[in-house]
């Protein structure tokens, strides 16, 4: 079993910065992708960031320029930078990650953090 502690997000205001962290743990040969997905009320889980285990970013167009995706892959942990955030980036914010747990036969597994709110408000 593969657990996702995330921690940081709550209240900040628009054009300050916050950070996200997630630490992975468990059963874990390797992680492939690791990234932040949100979900904002009302509306259907979207891609934050994503980054592969040779460091390859991919951004969603709204958060370009405003993000940073970086993780550490001795410790398991990714991590999300966010910039100058809006009011639209109010969600809730989930860690993900793909994880071989079994070398032979390759086996992957999809996680997910339980979800930390981050709120956006002046």
């Known amino acids: 079993q593969v657990q996702l502690v995330e921690s940081g997000g709550g209240l900040v205001q628009p054009g300050g910065s916050l950070r996200l962290s997630c630490a992975a743990s468990?059963?874990?040969?390797?992680?492939?992708?690791m990234g932040w997905y949100r979900q904002a009320p009302g509306k259907e889980r979207e891609v934050v960031a994503t980054?592969?285990?040779?460091?390859?970013?991919n951004y969603a167009d709204s958060v370009k320029g405003r993000c940073t995706v970086s993780r550490n892959n001795a410790k398991n942990t990714v991590d999300l930078q966010m910039n100058s955030p809006k009011p639209e980036d109010t969600a809730v914010y989930y860690c993900?990650?793909?994880?071989?747990?079994?070398?032979?036969?390759?086996?992957?597994?999809?996680?997910w953090g339980q979800g930390t709110q981050v709120t956006v408000s002046s």
């Open positions: 993900y990650a793909n994880v071989v747990v079994s070398p032979w036969p390759l086996r992957t597994n999809d996680y």
């Open positions: 468990g059963r874990i040969f390797r992680i492939n992708d």
């Open positions: 980054i592969t285990s040779a460091g390859v970013t």
